[in-house]
DNA sequence: TATGAATGAGTGTTCATTCAT
DNA sequence: AATGAATGAACACTCATTCAT
C-alpha cells in the first residue's frame, strides 16, 4: 500500500509485460534475459530485482494467465444464466480474453511445456482440471433441466475443454487462422453435433 | 572391404528411439546429446554418426510422427466407407497411434513448440492443415448424402482436429485422463452434440 | 546511470595483449581461449565480451601489426631524403619495430599461415605488396637521380622484402640470430652487392 | 628388400603425397585424417598402418623437404666451381626443386610453423643453419679468390638466405609472384648490389 | 535502486585414435 | 592388411546469475 509497494509492483509489471512480449516473439527457450531486459528497457541486472530468476519470469507469465483464467472461470460458476448458455458465455469467454491479449496467448505453448514433469511448479494441468470440473457441473445441471442430453460427464466436459485448446494449439502453429471467431463454431458443433438432426425423417 | 555388418538404418532407429525415451521423459529442452546417447547406450560422438545435431534428432521424431499421421490420413482419404465412418475410423486411428506409442506421443509438446519460429523446419501446422482439409472434405461428402448437417465447413474440421488435439493436450498435462478411451466421447459430442435432441418436443 | 569507470578500449587491450603473448609463446593454433583468459588474469567468458571469436584475437593481433606497419610505411612515403636513405631507414624502422614488440613479431608464423585460404580476411598479402610498392617506387627514384642502377623494378624491391622477412623468419625458428642487428648486413648486402667491386681490376 | 617392404613403402608414398596435396590446399591445421584418406583413396585406419599419427604426416613431409635441400646441399658443398657460380646454381636449384614439386612448397608455411617449440622435433632451423653455412663458406672461399668483398661472414650468407625465403614467403602468400623466376633477381640484387657502380665516377 | 561487467558451469560438436571384423 | 564404426577428450562459445560500484 506504500507508494513504493505500488511503484515496485508497477516495474515488476512492465517487466513481466516486456518479458510476455518477447517470450510471445521467439519463444521461451530462445528468449535471453538481456532481450527482457532491452525489451523493458532496463539493465540485466535490474530485472534480478523483481524476479529471482528467468524461470520466475515465465512462473509469472503463468500466473497472469492463471488469473485471467480465474476470472472466467469465476463468472462461469456464479452466473444464474441457464447452463447452456453459460457454457457459451465460458467459450466466448475464453476466446475473448486471448484474443485481447495476444501474446499472453502465444505463450501457451511455453506454457503446456512447463507444465510438465518437475521444473516449473506451474499448475497448467489443475487449471483445465477446474475447466473440466466446471463444464462438468453445468452439464449436469444442462441434463437435470433438459436442455442437454441426459447422462453427460467429465469426458465430455473434456471434449469442450479440448475443442477450445486444440482451436488455440491450430491457431499458434498458423496464425492465419481466426481464433477469434472460432468460439460459435466450436460450440455449434459441441451443443448441436454434426449430424443430421432429421436422421428419422430422412432415414424413411 | 566387408560391407560391414552395421545396418545403419537400424542403428539410427535405435538411437531415435532412445532420443525420443529421453524427450518423451524430460522435453527435448532440457535433454542433453549425452542423456540420449547413454540411453542408447553408446558414446556421445557416436550419435553424430547418425544425426547431424541435436535438432535433427528431434526433426527425425517429427518424421516418424509425420509417417504415423501419414498413414492415418491416407487410410481416411482412400476407405469407401461412408464418410461419417470414416471420420469416426480417423478419430479412433489417431488417438490409438498415440496410445500404442506413448512416447512419441509425449513428445507433442516439443513438436509444437519447436513448430514455432524459423529453428527447425518442422511443419506441424501443415500437418494439422491436412486433418482439417481431410475432414472438410468428409463433412462435405457426409452434408451431400444427408448424413450431415448441410453447410458444415472448414471451421467445422477445425473445431474435430482441435478436439483431438486437446483432449491430448489434457493428456500430456495431465498422464492419469484415459486418452484411449477419448475416441468416443470425442464423436459422441462432435457428431450427435450434447444439446437435447427432443428439445423441439420438449420446447413444446 | 554511471559512464562505468571500465574503459572499454583498455580492457580490449590489456586481451589482445595477453593473446599476443599467448600466441608468442605457443602459437595461435596451440591457444586456447582459456590460456588467454588466464594470462588476462580474467574469466574465459570475460574474452568474449571484448572478442567476437577466438579467430577475432588473431584479426585484432594482425590490425595491430598492420598499424604499426602502416606507420613505417607512411614514413617511407614521406620523407624527403634521398632515396636509398629512405630503404635504409624503412628497413631499419621495420626490424626495429619488431625488435621492441618481439612478442608480436613472434606471431608472425601465425600470421602467414592465417593469411591463406579463407579463414580470416587478413591480408598478409597485401601488406607486404604494400612494401613492394613503395619500394620499387623508390628504387625507380634512386635510378632517376644516379644513385642506384637504372632500371630497377618490382623484382628488386621483392627481393629487398625478402630479405627483410627471410631474415626475420630465421629469427623465429632460431631466435638466438640477432634480428635487431640484421638490418645493416641487408643494407650491405642488397645496395653494395657480394662480389667485389674491383672486379675489372683484379680480373686484371 | 623384400617385396613386401617395397610395397608398403610405395603405399607410404602414396599416402604422404595425398597428404602433402592436402596441407598444399588447405593447410595442415584445417587438414583432417579424413581428407588425406579420402585423397588417398583408402580407409582412414589404413593412415595409422603407415603412420603413427596426424603429426607424423607433417614430420615426413618435412623429411621429404629436407631430403631434397639435402640434396641441394650436397651439390652446393661438392662441386668444383667457382664459388659465385655454386651460390648462383644453389639459388637456382633451391627455386627449381620448389617450382616442380609446387605441393610440396605449398606446406613451407605450416613446416614453419610446426617448427616452433615444442611441438614436433621437426628441425626446420637446422636446415637453414646448414644453409648458413654452406654459404658462409662460399663466400669465404670468394672472398679469398677475390671474386667476392674480403670479410664477408655469416650475415651475409643470412641474408641470401633470407633473400630466398622471404621470397618464397611473399609467393606463398600472392601465388601470383613468379617465384620460379625469382632466383636471377635474388642474385642480381646480392651479388651485384642496387647502388650504382659508377659511383665514382658519377660522384666526381 | 540500478547497472552491466565479470564469471564459469554447461553443452553441442569435432576429430584423432582405436579396434573388432 | 584394410576398414570405418565407435569413442571420448577437448574446446569454443553461451548465458543465467552475481556483485562492486
Not at 496467448?105 to 507444465?115: E, F, K, Q, T, V
Not at 521444473?119 to 477446474?130: E, I, V
Not at 475443454?161 to 494449439?169: D, F, Q, Y
Request: aromatic letters at 6%.
Amino acid at each position: 500500500m506504500t507508494p513504493k509497494r505500488i511503484d515496485r509492483q508497477a516495474r515488476r509489471e512492465e517487466i513481466l509485460d516486456a518479458a510476455v512480449r518477447v517470450f510471445a516473439r521467439k519463444g521461451f527457450t530462445a528468449s535471453r534475459i538481456d532481450d527482457v531486459a532491452n525489451e523493458a528497457g532496463i539493465g540485466k541486472g535490474s530485472v534480478y530485482l523483481y524476479f529471482d530468476s528467468r524461470d520466475a519470469l515465465l512462473n509469472a507469465a503463468f500466473e497472469a494467465f492463471a488469473a485471467r483464467s480465474q476470472h472466467v472461470l469465476d463468472q462461469a460458476r456464479r452466473g444464474g444464466d441457464p447452463p447452456l448458455e453459460r457454457i457459451s458465455a465460458l467459450v466466448h469467454a475464453v476466446l475473448r480474453a486471448l484474443s485481447e491479449e495476444p501474446d499472453l496467448a502465444r505463450i501457451l505453448l511455453d506454457l503446456w511445456s512447463a507444465g510438465r514433469e518437475g521444473d516449473l511448479p506451474l499448475d497448467m494441468a489443475g487449471l483445465y482440471a477446474q475447466y473440466r470440473t466446471v463444464l462438468t457441473e453445468l452439464l449436469a445441471q444442462a441434463g437435470a433441466e433438459g436442455s442437454a442430453r441426459p447422462g453427460l460427464g467429465e469426458r465430455h466436459a473434456t471434449v469442450i475443454v479440448g475443442a477450445i485448446e486444440g482451436c488455440l494449439l491450430q491457431w499458434l502453429l498458423d496464425p492465419r487462422l481466426p481464433v477469434e471467431e472460432m468460439a460459435d463454431p466450436i460450440l455449434d458443433v459441441c451443443l448441436n453435433g454434426l449430424r443430421c438432426r432429421d436422421e428419422s425423417q430422412a432415414g424413411r
